[in-house]
């Protein structure tokens, strides 16, 4: 025997998921027109008519002239008409024609972005950058991702100072590093070498002694870096901790301030190089002591779960290295701990 009460419940339960079910959009519409009618449509537009749009598309003119005319008939909207030989946009058209440009934009997007996942692409990549990574070496790497991939991966990326780097690493989310430093527990690998060189303006004390500076020298002026208070100072070695020092948050307001007289600096050559041509900085006398060098690695933000799209942006980028042909694998570096 039934039970009136269990069966009321049952089809409220019924309605409430037919309700759900009919509320998704591509369960209240049918959908009528095709891609390929928007298609032709931004054809006989692009190519001036429909004569011309048959020939770029390989299709006969009468299946141009029928698919169009279907077209405006589903939507039950004037898209063309006809002035002289010349099919021009109707007000109506010319809406529909940009709304559907995006439509079919995606549209493409999605079938290529479909089958670059097949292929180990796609999703995103988090790329932590170090400020001192030369931007040249940095954008095209980023430009023959992006052609390799056709556009189906997106690179988020942010340029930080040198401890910042090791701080976001401990981010899970962050895939790629390229850092002075290689974290407590991360892999390394060494990926280009950067010079720095001490720079000031033209007229600051220090260029008018007339001589080599040396570290007492240095030791009367203030040193301008990038970074926090607490970084490692950069200096010539064998000197005295410098105590007259201002962290800037960028290299551009490193370099402000020098070009204003403030202080002396340690860049990386290859972002003074332009100041410097200009004249607008020159570098210091320091005599025999050589200019300091240091490594920028590569680093796995997570080895144990990284995406293809991650790998492969680490190929390119291992790939345009000054050092990629002088080794055949890169020498991974540990960090202790």
Sequence with gaps: MKQPGKQLIDKSRFDAVRATYRSRPYDIHNMYVSLKQWR??????DCGGFAEAAKCLHLSQSTISYTVAKLQDQLGTPLLRIEG???????????????????????????????????????????IVDHNFPPQLLVQALSRFSRLGRGATHVRLSEVATLHTEDVLRDLTVDLAISERVPLGFLGEPLVEIEYIPVVHPSHPLMQLGRDVTAADLAEHVQIGIGQSGD??????????????????????VVEAVTEGLGYAWLPEHRARRWLDKGLLVRLPLGDTRPHKGNLYLVHGRP????????????????????AEAREAPALVRAPG
């Excluded at 032709?40 to 537009?45: M, P, R, Y």
């Excluded at 109506?92 to 999605?110: N, T």
């Excluded at 070695?237 to 290299?251: A, D, E, F, N």
Aim: charged share 25%.
């Design 40 to 45: 032709i449509f931004h054809a006989v537009i």
């Design 232 to 253: 490692r100072e950069r200096s010539v070695s064998g000197s005295p901790k410098q105590l007259r020092r201002w962290m800037m948050s960028s290299v551009d307001t």
């Design 304 to 323: 144990w779960a990284a995406t293809p799209a991650a790998c492969k942006l680490a190929e390119v980028l291992r790939s345009l290295s000054p050092h």
């Design 85 to 127: 030989r010349k099919a021009v946009l109707t007000p109506e058209g010319r809406a529909l024609l940009d709304r559907s440009r995006h439509v079919l934009k995606e549209a493409i997007e999605l079938e290529t972005f479909a089958k670059n996942l097949g292929q180990g692409w796609g999703g995103e990549v988090r790329l």
